[in-house]
């Protein structure tokens, strides 16, 4: 477990500059990131699955939520990761947050769970504690974003192209051997949220 963290912490310290264009070798490329009930997921699943939760965790320390769209400060903000988790998502980002301390703006941050988008479209209109949704492609075909909360202050990143152009905040595309992200600009400003000049100077970043 401690070697784990070691190199878990190293990715960390090595995003703050390259975490946008992280290279994936053609072995990790030819593994699907979502897993199976059945299958158990390999360890390219799980490495990309962990460039993936560095990329959910850096993101929101590039972004600024106005005071009155979060809640109080001795309160805690929540990711909600969604769909079946078999590559284990919630236990890795949990521990990256844990490891690194990280805070949005003095508020500490919580991942909670659940399998099925009904459920979180319900829980995105009733826990404004909820500022970040996490898609995963296990969930795809039942995503409709439509049906969340229209709340401003809500971030969803969605696992996969299978989410480009579903009216999403964000979401990770594989290009050219290199894990990337895709950000929806009028979508974020339509959510009040603000966006850090040195994430929009990336070069990995594909502006939308």
């Not at 996969?160 to 990337?180: A, T, W």
Request: one cysteine or more; charged letters at 25%.
């Amino acid at each position: 477990m401690r070697v784990q963290g070691n190199k878990l912490l190293k990715l960390l310290r090595a995003s703050r500059v390259f975490w946008f264009g992280l290279l994936i070798c053609p072995y990790f490329l030819s593994s699907t990131v979502e897993g199976s009930d059945t299958n158990k997921p390999s360890k390219g699943d799980l490495r990309v699955v962990n460039l993936e939760a560095t990329i959910v965790l850096r993101s929101m320390q590039h972004f600024s939520w106005r005071s009155e769209h979060l809640p109080p400060v001795d309160q805690d903000v929540v990711i909600l990761v969604v769909g079946s988790d078999n590559c284990l998502f919630k236990e890795r980002l949990s521990f990256l947050i844990e490891l690194s301390d990280a805070k949005v703006q003095g508020r500490s941050v919580k991942v909670k769970t659940t399998e099925s988008f009904e459920d979180a479209a319900k829980l995105s209109r009733q826990d404004k504690q909820i500022i970040y949704i996490v898609a995963l492609k296990t969930v795809s075909d039942h995503w409709d974003t439509s049906k969340l909360a229209k709340r401003a202050g809500l971030v969803v990143f969605g696992q996969g192209d299978s989410y480009l152009k579903r009216g999403l905040s964000m979401s990770s595309v594989v290009q050219n051997n290199r894990l990337r992200v895709s950000i929806n600009l009028r979508k974020l400003k339509n959510k009040a949220i603000k966006v850090d000049d040195n994430l929009l100077s990336n070069r990995q970043i594909l502006l939308k």
